[in-house]
């Protein structure tokens, strides 16, 4: 509900900027097609992460059906049987199967598990990172494109400051546009990442939690 919500705050900042020509002026002020590739990178991480948010909801959801069907099975009431595999349901079943053997030893069972609530927001972390790069690139090719400008400069006239000046923000526009548009996109998505992280590290302390104070050896 949170990324459904920030995901609503987003489309309507794009559609105000849309409705002021702003996605306009950006594509025609770099001709390099840079701040186009850094929007497209962020608007793809950013539907990944919805998807990413959807699958710990399931992951969550998992983790509370398998710990209130553990209570229920402890006062000999039926527990309704869960659909699907989540990586939740598999660790705890992976350390009752364990304990049930009176081996409550489950550091690796634990490294495994999250791995798997984590693994998958490395790739978007590096992403992250590329946003950025690809605003210091353009920088980088602004600033090229605006010395080139100024070497073929060869006498000043004050008569043509205006135009000359007009001839150099070309460069001067793509550096600072590119920089601008990467750096905001890789604090928004960092923002969603973060949530995604603290939200893999709720899941995997209620587990540990429950599997340390609950889930004794034998008990299932």
């Known amino acids: 509900m949170q990324w459904c919500a920030f995901l609503g705050l987003l489309l309507f900042v794009v559609v105000l900027l849309g409705r002021h020509n702003v996605w306009s002026i950006l594509k025609d002020a770099d001709p390099t097609g840079i701040t186009m ?9 950013t539907l990944w992460c919805g998807r990413r948010c959807y699958l710990l909801g399931e992951e969550r959801r998992a983790l509370d059906t398998w710990i209130a069907g553990f209570h229920l099975a402890q006062r000999g009431v039926p527990a309704l049987a869960r659909s699907g595999s989540r990586h939740a349901a598999d660790y705890l079943d992976a350390v009752s199967r364990k304990r049930a053997h009176t081996d409550t030893e489950n550091a690796q069972l634990t490294d495994v598990f999250a791995e798997r609530l984590h693994g998958p927001s490395e790739s978007a972390w590096w992403l992250n990172g590329i946003l950025i ?5 353009g920088k980088v090719i602004g600033f090229s494109i605006l010395a080139l400008q100024i070497s073929q400069i060869e006498s000043f006239d004050p008569s043509q400051t205006q135009t000359l000046l007009k001839s150099l923000t070309g460069g001067l526009g793509v550096a600072l546009l590119t920089t601008a548009v990467g750096l905001v996109s890789n604090i928004i998505l960092g923002f969603q990442l973060v949530r995604l992280d603290r939200c893999a590290d709720g899941i995997l302390a209620d587990a540990l939690y429950f599997v340390e104070t609950d889930l004794q050896p034998g008990a299932r």
Not at 133 to 137: A, D, E, F, N, P
Request: charged share 5%; no cysteine; glycine share 14%.
């Open 37 to 45: 590739v850094i929007l497209a990178i962020f608007a793809g991480a």
């Open 133 to 137: 790069k690809l605003g210091l690139l």
